[in-house]
């Protein structure tokens, strides 16, 4: 019998997206407003999903403790008031996009975890786009 544990959290992030190797004109023409070069800002909730079977003896899946500092110290502190595109080497030649973010901490996340236990990342870059990633 597996169960979810589905842990909440937030971080303000900048960024800009286009392409270093394309021309201004077709990085506005792709990413439009996004490629403003004067970088701009996003309120990101994350949702973190663990699944596996429940421990007998805790009632655990995981502990929401352990998965929250996880989180604190892979994610928050690494992004959190960060401009994406200039302080955070995953992104030094990766376009920040919600997609490639919700893959950047998936693959931080998940080395952390059990081996049996799944992880799927929900990041909302608004409240009306969000994106989803489970490592498949
Ligand atoms: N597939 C993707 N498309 C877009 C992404 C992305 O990460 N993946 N990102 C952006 C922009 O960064 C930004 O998120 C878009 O802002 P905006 O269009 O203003 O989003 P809103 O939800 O505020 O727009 P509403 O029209 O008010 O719903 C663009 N595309
Ligand atoms: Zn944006």
Same mark, same amino acid.
Not at 2 to 30: G, I
Not at 95 to 107: G, H, S
């Given at each position: 019998?597996?169960?979810?544990?589905?842990? #909440?959290?937030?971080?303000?992030?900048?960024?800009?997206?286009?392409?270093? $190797?394309?021309?201004?004109?077709?990085?506005?023409? /792709?990413?439009?407003?996004?490629?403003?070069?004067?970088?701009?800002?996003?309120?990101?909730?994350?949702?973190?999903?663990?699944? =596996?079977? *429940?421990?007998? %003896?805790? =009632?655990?899946?995981?502990?929401? #403790?352990? !998965?929250?500092?996880? *989180?604190?110290?892979? /994610?928050? $502190? &690494?992004?959190?008031?960060?401009? !994406? @595109?200039?302080?955070?080497?995953?992104?030094? @030649?990766?376009?920040?996009? &919600?997609?490639?973010?919700?893959?950047?901490?998936?693959?931080?996340?998940?080395?952390?975890?059990? %081996? $049996?236990?799944?992880? %799927? *990342?929900?990041?909302?870059?608004?409240?009306?786009?969000?994106?989803?990633? #489970? =490592?498949?």
């Amino acid at each position: 019998m597996k169960v979810t544990v589905h842990r #909440k959290a937030h971080f303000n992030a900048a960024h800009r997206l286009y392409r270093k $190797d394309w021309p201004f004109e077709k990085n506005e023409e /792709v990413f439009g407003k996004c490629n403003n070069p004067q970088y701009h800002g996003h309120n990101y909730e994350l949702i973190a999903s663990v699944t =596996g079977e *429940i421990d007998q %003896e805790t =009632g655990f899946v995981m502990d929401v #403790k352990i !998965l929250k500092d996880l *989180i604190k110290s892979e /994610v928050e $502190d &690494a992004f959190d008031h960060k401009n !994406l @595109n200039e302080q955070v080497p995953e992104f030094e @030649n990766l376009n920040p996009t &919600a997609e490639n973010i919700a893959v950047v901490i998936w693959n931080k996340l998940k080395p952390k975890l059990k %081996e $049996d236990h799944q992880l %799927e *990342i929900t990041l909302y870059e608004t409240p009306r786009n969000f994106v989803t990633y #489970k =490592g498949e």
